[in-house]
């Protein structure tokens, strides 16, 4: 772990009867990119508000660089904010926009003019110091926004889904360029946003929210591939969740046994024992299909084939009704509605979710 900037420790925060936020603490290490992800109504806008000052919490501490700012007025914390909606002043030119606050500040034009020259060109809008925000695409104005923000040299930027308002396209490559600038800069990135490609994009880690709390918090990889819950297995990456009795026990390999039939789990760091119930999330990439009618694994019935963004997506049903999607990459295979398979997955990628233990 990098030396902690900033730390959250034991937030809670409630309007009127509902509780947003239930005790979440988190350390986040200087030039991490740590990104916020959850539903609308998880409270990763709540928490952004809190770092940058905008609300107080009713319990719990906000450290910054060391020192507790929990009730430091917005504008004396070291942090930034760049909003969806840009918040770009309509009647102020690019360059007064980036280098409003320098001038509250009382800067010298010299420096203002210097430090508005140098962070245009980090965002590559050099030579736009003259035009007006209504003269500007969605992707320039957010990265007039950005620049804006950096001109003050913050430890912390906060980035409240900045990406929302722009195509599909255009997002994509300022998920890129977002990246780039903040590795170049080293500088503190929290951003929050509901978009799992975003955060699986660009984070150095993930903090997966859920009605207030943390779900889980970890690596892009750790998120995908080890999902500590069925909440967070389905959010990130719609994992398959199927429920099964275990039959037998080898070392780290379970077998299950579902409706239908059987299939195989590693459950490293969990211990099972023979008929106990377990929660499995298998992606939809993973899941292999047989026409042998003797093959092991689960019986289903193909129900409908769908293709989008180059991904084949079947759709299948288990005996119990239970639905499965499995995925390819490609356009079309030897599968068609009503059609019944076995289905099966290796056993490294059938991970035990919902698991006390691992709470």
């Given at each position: 772990?990098?030396?902690?900037?900033?730390e959250l420790q034991n937030?809670?925060k409630?309007f009127?009867?509902?509780k947003?936020?239930?005790?979440?603490s988190?350390?986040?290490g200087?030039?991490?990119f740590?990104t916020l992800?959850?539903a609308?109504?998880c409270?990763k806008?709540?928490t952004?508000?809190?770092?940058?000052?905008l609300?107080?919490?009713?319990?719990?501490?906000?450290?910054?660089a060391?020192?507790?700012v929990?009730d430091?007025?917005?504008?004396?914390?070291?942090v930034n904010t760049?909003?969806?909606?840009?918040?770009?002043?309509?009647?102020?030119?690019?360059?007064a926009?980036?280098g409003?606050?320098?001038?509250?500040?009382?800067?010298?034009k010299?420096?203002?003019?210097?430090?508005?020259g140098?962070a245009?060109?980090l965002v590559?809008?050099?030579?736009?110091?003259k035009?007006?925000?209504?003269?500007?695409?969605?992707?320039q104005?957010?990265r007039?926004?950005?620049?804006?923000?950096?001109?003050?040299?913050?430890?912390?930027?906060?980035?409240?889904?900045p990406?929302g308002?722009?195509?599909?396209q255009?997002r994509?490559?300022?998920q890129?360029?977002?990246?780039q600038?903040?590795?170049r800069?080293?500088?503190?990135?929290?951003?929050?946003t509901h978009?799992?490609?975003e955060a699986?994009?660009?984070s150095?880690r993930?903090v997966v929210m859920?009605?207030g709390?943390?779900?889980q918090?970890?690596?892009?990889?750790?998120v995908?591939d080890?999902?500590?819950?069925?909440?967070?297995?389905?959010?990130?990456g719609?994992?398959?969740?199927l429920?099964?009795?275990v039959?037998?026990?080898?070392?780290?390999t379970?077998?299950i046994?579902?409706?239908?039939?059987c299939?195989?789990?590693?459950?490293?760091?969990?211990s099972?024992?023979p008929?106990?119930?377990?929660t499995?999330?298998?992606?939809?990439e993973?899941i292999?299909?047989s026409k042998?009618p003797?093959?092991?694994g689960?019986?289903a019935?193909?129900k409908?084939k769908?293709f989008?963004g180059g991904?084949?997506?079947i759709e299948?049903?288990?005996k119990?009704?239970t639905?499965?999607?499995?995925?390819?990459?490609?356009i079309?295979m030897?599968?068609?509605?009503g059609?019944?398979?076995?289905?099966?997955?290796d056993?490294?990628n059938?991970?035990p979710v919902?698991?006390?233990e691992?709470?």
């Amino acid at each position: 772990m990098k030396e902690t900037i900033l730390e959250l420790q034991n937030i809670t925060k409630q309007f009127g009867d509902t509780k947003v936020l239930n005790g979440i603490s988190l350390c986040i290490g200087k030039g991490e990119f740590i990104t916020l992800l959850g539903a609308s109504g998880c409270g990763k806008t709540t928490t952004l508000r809190i770092i940058a000052g905008l609300e107080t919490p009713d319990q719990g501490k906000v450290v910054l660089a060391g020192k507790d700012v929990t009730d430091t007025e917005p504008n004396r914390r070291d942090v930034n904010t760049v909003f969806q909606n840009y918040a770009l002043f309509p009647h102020m030119t690019v360059a007064a926009n980036i280098g409003y606050s320098l001038k509250l500040k009382k800067r010298p034009k010299e420096e203002i003019q210097k430090t508005v020259g140098e962070a245009l060109a980090l965002v590559q809008l050099t030579g736009y110091e003259k035009r007006m925000p209504s003269e500007l695409s969605g992707g320039q104005k957010q990265r007039v926004a950005i620049a804006r923000a950096l001109v003050n040299q913050p430890s912390v930027l906060l980035l409240d889904e900045p990406l929302g308002a722009l195509d599909l396209q255009l997002r994509r490559q300022m998920q890129l360029e977002l990246k780039q600038l903040q590795k170049r800069l080293g500088l503190t990135f929290i951003y929050i946003t509901h978009d799992q490609e975003e955060a699986l994009n660009m984070s150095d880690r993930i903090v997966v929210m859920n009605k207030g709390h943390f779900e889980q918090i970890g690596t892009p990889a750790q998120v995908y591939d080890n999902p500590k819950s069925s909440y967070v297995a389905r959010f990130v990456g719609s994992a398959n969740i199927l429920q099964g009795t275990v039959e037998q026990v080898e070392g780290d390999t379970l077998t299950i046994a579902c409706q239908g039939g059987c299939g195989c789990a590693l459950a490293r760091g969990y211990s099972f024992a023979p008929g106990q119930q377990v929660t499995l999330a298998i992606r939809s990439e993973h899941i292999q299909f047989s026409k042998d009618p003797d093959a092991c694994g689960i019986a289903a019935t193909v129900k409908e084939k769908s293709f989008a963004g180059g991904m084949l997506r079947i759709e299948l049903a288990l005996k119990d009704g239970t639905s499965l999607i499995a995925s390819r990459h490609g356009i079309d295979m030897d599968l068609q509605p009503g059609e019944g398979v076995h289905i099966t997955w290796d056993a490294a990628n059938a991970v035990p979710v919902d698991v006390e233990e691992a709470r």
